[in-house]
């Protein structure tokens, strides 16, 4: 158990098997994740020739629900039941929510592709929508209270290391679902893609249910304690922006998060309508995007043990971001996918590094009133998630936007073509990423000047969860 890694995770009230039991509610949060953000925006724009304004409205929705993760924890901590759960209520329901959602789904696809018996207008949007919201609410309801349980569960010396393990094992779950359902889709169908999502769904409920089961004691309950008052959430958030950096920092982090997820429902259908890539070559971009993610956190990790400037961090992240998106637009005029996967992988990395070292500067933004470190990374996960749901949403209209133009050869026959269209995102996003440098540049002058960068340990338990 020792050569293990995380073994020091461990401990006598939290031990090793109910941990990495535990764990596999991450693994369910992955496999979603790759179906939301990967697999099913090329399927609905490529294989159903769905418009990609309404795929990207679509793969929003459950984007756009992050916000209130910073809620759902806050409710969570503070709910009340005769029974003395916290946690478990929230992640069993988000669970449900999750299956539902995905069990509709291929469903709603098809119908929103026009695969009907009856014309019912706007049946396929209506469908398609309730699904995508179903499970975006599950998902997020699923991994606040896992990883609330988790941390309450863990004793303070090991909390960290235990947060550090549960965010790989999302990643491991991301990377290895990107793979397997890659493999299954290589010769697609309809009936082969509704196996595919059905079995998702069944396979997140019941890892779920296993995770969960007796991971919380059950505590006797007073009746005055049941109805005394619940703190506001408002009084906090209220002292939260006094701040003098906490404004510019959100406005960088929701600049920056734009610019690096404007490509999220276009860089699969890039690869297939402009590379001529396959759905499974495609389906592993997601992986090519997990390892450089992997990569820019080790790095943010090794740079900041070392005391380095989280906001000069930033910066670079931006910097390889406009490095990668140059390659990704370079891959289609050189017909190089081999190009187009390295550019994925420089966004992952960029990206990573950017997520990090904007996490390190809301961990050490000052606690005043009722703010506290917890309702800091609450503001910086709400701003990151907003900013990507409405990223995805404007990538996808301005794709469609510009091809309708370019497509009738008012710009020239050089520009008609469906590659400008993406190269127009691509481009935009690198401008986004000069705004996030511009907005970066006080913070990082009044560190310097202000003399007031210490440096911290910063490791694998600092990991944005």
């Known amino acids: 158990m020792r050569m293990l890694p995380f073994a020091d995770a461990a401990s006598d009230s939290f031990p090793m098997r109910q941990l990495l039991r535990l764990s596999l509610f991450q693994l369910t949060v992955g496999m979603a994740t790759v179906l939301l953000l ?30 209130f993760r910073a809620l759902l924890g806050f409710k969570s901590d503070t709910y009340r039941s005769v029974l003395g759960w916290k ?41 398609a929508a309730l699904a995508f919201l179903m499970t975006g609410l599950g998902l997020h309801m699923t991994q606040t209270a896992g990883l609330a349980l988790a941390s309450d569960r863990a004793t303070p010396e090991t909390r960290p290391r235990v947060v550090a393990l549960l965010y790989i094992m999302f990643l491991v779950g991301m990377g290895v679902s ?51 008052p619940r703190p506001l959430f408002r009084d906090a958030w209220a002292d939260f922006m006094k701040g003098g950096r906490s404004g510019r920092l959100l406005a960088c ?23 001529g890539l396959s759905v499974s070559a495609t389906t592993l971009l997601t992986a090519m995007w997990s390892a450089g993610a992997l990569l820019g956190f080790i790095w943010a990790g090794y740079r900041l043990n070392r005391g380095s400037d989280p906001y000069r961090l930033t910066g670079l992240g931006a ?18 996918a081999a190009l187009f996967f390295f550019g994925a992988g420089l966004i992952g990395f960029g990206g990573g590094l950017f997520a990090v070292s904007t996490l390190m500067a809301a961990m050490s933004l000052p606690a ?34 510009i091809n309708s133009i370019v497509l009738t050869g008012v710009w020239g026959a050089g520009l008609a073509t469906p590659a400008t269209g993406y190269s127009f995102v691509y481009h935009s996003e690198i401008g986004l990423l000069f705004v996030t440098l511009v907005l970066l540049g006080p913070l990082v002058r009044n560190q310097v000047v202000g003399n007031t960068v210490q440096s911290r340990r910063f490791g694998l338990a600092e990991f944005p969860t």
């Open 368 to 401: 005043q009133g009722f703010a506290g470190r917890g309702l800091a990374l609450g503001a910086w996960g709400a701003a990151q998630a907003t900013a990507a749901g409405f990223a995805v949403a404007l990538g996808g209209a301005l794709c469609d936007w």
């Open 87 to 127: 946690r478990v209520p929230f992640l069993w329901f988000g669970s449900l929510w999750q299956f539902g959602g995905l069990a509709v789904m291929p469903f709603a696809l098809l119908v929103l592709g026009g695969d009907v018996v009856h014309e019912i207008p706007f049946a396929g949007e209506v469908l």
């Open 253 to 275: 982090v929701f600049v920056g998060t734009m610019a690096f997820n404007m490509q999220d429902v276009l860089l699969e259908p890039y690869g297939g309508e402009i590379l």
């Open 319 to 336: 910097l390889v971001g406009i490095w990668a998106f140059s390659v990704v637009v370079f891959a289609a005029p050189f017909g190089s």
């Open 178 to 228: 990107a793979i397997i359902v890659g493999a299954l889709l290589m010769d697609y169908s309809d009936l082969r893609l509704i196996r595919v999502i059905q079995g998702i769904a069944v396979a997140g409920v019941l890892l779920n249910l296993v995770a969960l089961w007796k991971q919380e004691k059950m505590r006797a309950v007073h009746r005055a304690d049941l109805s005394a």
């Open 38 to 67: 990967g697999t099913l925006n090329r399927v609905m724009i490529v294989e159903m020739s769905l418009p990609a304004v309404l795929v990207a409205i679509m793969i929003a929705l459950p984007v756009l629900i992050a916000p």
